[in-house]
């Protein structure tokens, strides 16, 4: 069915507001009176947490398990640690907070911390990625929680198979494997962007290959100095033994696929140039791709390009090469009549125009993203982290971020936006906030 409702988090982190994060509910029914609304607000307990990634308790509804239901939203808290449950299944409209697991758990049974990607596992728990030790380190690795009383059971991967640093992940259960990306080590970058951390391995670049079921690392890949690789996506498929990693600083896709035996490879499939300026942090703006989507069909792979501002569409062919099929400007760092002004552009002959939709000017590039299951509608927010985002998009902090809605030519590729949908966190109740992930309860392209 079509999605009709949005769960998306949203915090107040840097906001200079001294509310507490909320999980919205997002109106999505184009016949509602209500449509593009928030129409629900959860409220956390706590503040400053910094609601991030989000995820379901329960994978999704299989052809031997057709009774499986998403009724838990897991919420792991990037700065503050906590883990929150929420029941979306009681009232899908209204979801109440039914578990919340304090961060001295974490540290103390797991020495883990700054928690982001949470998804199920084929055994039914859940499996959640961190970033850090608790002063703030480097330190890769996962936590587990039970997937039916969701108490903290300790770590995942085998003391002595901890990678440096972690972010995002996912799973091939046919080939028993799981892939890990690095992140960065939030005791530096957690304060800004600094051209400074460079080269100094502040930002992350391995990409680590797991054994799924022994919870070993096999294999792993420097993907070069400060690639920064974060989002990775296996092919839909199930059989299928590829995917691709989006690299946010150097601005390259890797597609990562397995060879003779249980030995995995990548290899460079999409290269986004960095762009010469004047009048910012650096003489060249990378890329900076924060999230990677591929549809459901295992057709087109999205790619969010949060600092130059840009959604792109890649068809997905049989060579192994992506191929540019669409691309849509919604924001970013360049546009024209900013304060930067862009030298040299291999891509583009103009600077793009500032975006506005219903009266509102769009600040800030895209982040999240997220597809409907049919591949027709692919929505997006602009924050990233709110640190970041207070430092190149001060203008998106000080108004409030959006939700758009990009529509998708399925058949042919390309991307166009929809001037008629409009979520503005800028004028919610408490203020301005930062929206970030995003998931459907009839199921998305994501989960």
């Known amino acids: 069915p079509r999605e009709e409702v949005a769960y998306v988090t949203c915090t107040y982190r840097e906001t200079c507001i001294d509310q507490p994060d909320f ?7 184009p016949r509602s009176p209500y449509y593009c609304q928030v129409i629900h607000r959860l409220p956390m307990p706590n503040l400053k947490d910094e609601l991030h990634s989000s995820g379901w308790s329960t994978g999704c509804t299989c052809f031997d398990n057709i009774t499986t239901q998403r009724t838990k939203l897991i919420l792991p808290c990037l700065i503050s640690s906590r883990i929150y449950v929420v029941d979306v299944g009681s009232q899908c409209r209204a979801p109440k907070l039914c578990k919340m697991i304090e961060p001295v758990d974490v540290f103390w049974k797991c020495n883990k911390g700054y928690l982001n990607v949470p998804r199920s596992l084929p055994n039914g728990d859940i499996l959640i990625a961190n970033t850090g030790d608790p002063s703030g380190n480097a330190k890769g690795g996962f936590i587990v929680l039970d997937g039916e009383t969701f108490e903290l059971k300790g770590n995942w991967e085998n003391e002595c198979e901890t990678p440096p640093s972690g972010y995002d992940f996912w799973f091939q259960p046919r080939h028993n494997v799981l892939i890990s990306s690095a992140g ?7 304060y800004g962007f600094n051209p400074d951390d460079l080269k100094k391995g502040v930002f992350g670049r391995r990409l680590n290959v797991w054994n799924l079921s022994c919870r070993t690392l096999t294999q792993c890949f420097d993907l070069g100095e400060d690639s920064l690789p974060l989002s990775v996506k296996f092919l839909h498929n199930p059989d299928a033994a590829e995917g691709y990693v989006s690299c946010a600083l ?8 397995k060879c003779e035996a249980n030995n995995w490879a990548v290899e460079e499939v999409i290269r986004i140039p960095a762009k010469d300026v004047t009048g910012w942090i650096m003489p060249k703006m990378p890329a900076f791709t924060l999230d990677l989507v591929i549809s459901m069909d295992d057709k087109y792979l999205y790619l969010s390009n949060w600092l130059h501002g840009d959604i792109r569409q890649y068809e997905l062919s049989k060579t192994c090469k992506p191929r540019l099929v669409g691309q849509v400007f919604v924001g970013g760092s360049i546009l024209r009549g900013g304060p930067v002004t862009v030298c040299r552009d291999e891509e583009l002959k103009c600077q793009p125009e500032p975006l506005v939709i219903k009266c509102k000017r769009v600040y800030g590039g895209p982040s999240k993203m997220q597809l409907s299951l049919d591949g027709k509608r692919l929505y997006v927010t602009n924050s990233f982290y709110s640190t970041w985002d207070k430092q190149f998009y001060p203008n998106m902090v000080k108004e409030g971020s959006v939700m758009l809605q990009i529509d998708v030519d399925t058949e042919k590729g390309g991307l166009t936006v929809n001037k008629n949908f409009l979520v ?13 992930a995003i998931h459907f309860p009839t199921g998305d392209s994501t989960s």
């Open 424 to 436: 503005d966190f800028g004028k919610e109740p408490n203020g301005p906030c930062l929206a970030h």
């Open 250 to 257: 150097s601005g390259v896709v890797y597609r990562f696929y």
């Open 23 to 29: 999980l919205a509910t997002i109106d999505l029914n």
């Open 184 to 190: 960065m080590v939030l005791k530096r970058a957690g």
